[in-house]
């Protein structure tokens, strides 16, 4: 008898244990979600890190992120691009290249490569309904599969600080689940006024 209640009481905890995680998960979820919302734009740092089959390449660049699809990245690194900066505005790309002193546009822009930015990150978790959510020290850790998949771009997996949301690092998965692209974010902030043009 004592056994059958014991193993009774270890069901009924582990049944108690499983609906608290779920309940914390939509709690976590729904307050993210409500901090994507109540933002308009943010602006980083942003560190690149690219692996392939020919090695790593690293970029630099200041990132801002305006709702609902306007970015603009202004190259730090490598120095040669320093101060090279691209926009895109919905459908159009604009290059303004320093060294050349000349501005490249290219509209009726229809796919667009979106997956490294944490601005689609956060509108594509907007639409998910059940993303993986894994909580470390610091950090909410989300992972979830990218809309436009591919072999090389298959899923994202981004850490956010639990205490104010603000991204850490995201990474972008292969088929495989092997990383293939790390991004980094420092200086980051949400709702800056902006007066620089877009």
Do not use: A
Not at 4 to 29: A, H, P, R, Y
Not at 66 to 84: F, M, N, R, T, V
């Amino acid at each position: 008898m004592r056994k059958v209640l014991s193993v009774l009481f270890l069901i009924i905890i582990l049944l108690m244990f499983t609906s608290c995680k779920k309940t914390t998960d939509e709690e976590i979820l729904n307050n993210i979600k409500k901090n994507i919302d109540g933002f308009d734009n943010y602006e980083s740092i942003s560190t690149v890190v690219v692996k392939s089959n020919k090695g790593v390449t690293s970029y630099k660049f200041k990132e801002v992120f305006i709702k609902p699809d306007k970015i603009k990245l202004e190259i730090i690194e490598p120095k040669e691009s320093l101060g090279c900066i691209i926009i895109y505005d919905g459908d159009k790309i604009f290059l303004k290249h320093p060294n050349i002193s000349q501005t490249i546009s290219m509209e009726n822009i229809k796919s667009l490569d979106k997956s490294f930015f944490i601005g689609n990150f956060y509108e594509n978790l907007s639409y998910c309904e059940d993303p993986q959510i894994s909580i470390e020290e610091e950090y909410i850790i989300f992972t979830m599969d990218l809309q436009n998949q591919s072999d090389y771009r298959y899923s994202q997996k981004v850490w956010l600080n639990k205490k104010d949301f603000v991204p850490y690092k995201l990474n972008i998965l292969d088929r495989n689940g092997e990383v293939n692209t790390e991004i980094f974010y420092e200086n980051f902030k949400y709702n800056l006024t902006l007066d620089e043009d877009f």
